[in-house]
């Protein structure tokens, strides 16, 4: 179970198109999604916590603008990178945690395999 | 301001040795501890986690973890590696006190295990 799926996994897009990435949990509600960006060797950075249902809380220093963020039901966040620059191409993951049954235990969370974004 | 350390940023170990991946903490309160292995362009694998009760966790993988309270710590250990562990391990933490279900996040450390 708590598994997590995110598509497309891989995306290369011109310079100035937007670019659509889900997150589904498959197995489970998933009351908040994660979004995180990661650099080649470097550590997740969280982007922004999305609640279902409410708007998405940016972490400093990430555009709400640039990445717009949907999580209009329990099992689907949407991160959309609008207008992408080259300076764009990371590798975005998404995790998805609940706060209901089985699952509602201490902050794990449970992560996608990951979008690898290419902006020519 | 609350963190986790991962003091390493690359082990090297030879296959069929124990292997030790440090993790160091700063949470208020009661803290809540994870492990994750990330191979080469995947998503994050949960490995093991430590709530409360026994210090020593068991996890995936023939994987564990010891917390020690008193040196704020949370090494992951394994007796005996092998070349599939290579990967980029993150240790993670969460106050048991918080309520945003974030988690904080080392800078991960790079296992390398040389056949």
């Known amino acids: 179970g708590a598994v997590v799926s995110q598509h497309p996994s891989r995306v290369i897009c011109k310079s100035g198109t937007s670019v659509k990435i889900e997150c589904r949990s498959l197995?489970?509600?998933?009351?908040?999604m994660f979004w995180y960006r990661q650099f080649p060797k470097q550590s997740l950075m969280l982007m922004a916590t999305?609640?279902?249902?409410?708007?998405?809380?940016?972490e400093q220093g990430v555009e709400k603008d640039k990445f717009l963020i949907n999580h209009a039901s329990l099992t689907l966040s949407t991160l959309t990178v609008t207008s992408a620059h080259p300076e764009d191409s990371s590798f975005y993951i998404c995790?998805?945690?609940?706060?209901?049954?089985?699952?509602?235990?201490?902050?794990?969370?449970?992560f996608g395999p990951g979008t690898r974004l290419t902006v020519l | 301001a609350q963190s986790v350390a991962q003091p390493e940023d690359q082990v090297n170990v030879a296959e069929g040795n124990p292997l030790t991946v440090k993790c160091t903490y700063s949470?208020?309160?009661?803290?809540?501890l994870f492990w994750y292995v990330q191979y080469p362009n995947r998503g994050l694998q949960f490995l093991l986690k430590?709530?409360?009760?026994d210090n020593l966790v068991k996890g995936s993988y023939g994987f564990e973890a010891e917390f020690n309270k008193s040196q704020t710590s949370f090494h992951l250990k394994k007796p005996s590696a092998l070349v599939s562990d290579s990967a980029l391990y993150f240790c993670?933490?969460?106050?048991?006190?918080?309520?945003?279900?974030?988690?904080?996040w080392g800078l991960g450390t790079s296992l390398a295990v040389n056949p």
């Open positions: 995790s998805a945690t609940s706060a209901r049954g089985s699952l509602s235990s201490y902050n794990e969370q449970f």
């Open positions: 197995d489970f509600q998933a009351t908040t």
């Open positions: 999305s609640n279902e249902g409410s708007k998405a809380t940016y």
């Open positions: 949470v208020s309160g009661n803290p809540y």
């Open positions: 430590y709530i409360t009760g």
């Open positions: 993670a933490g969460a106050s048991c006190a918080g309520n945003n279900r974030k988690l904080i």
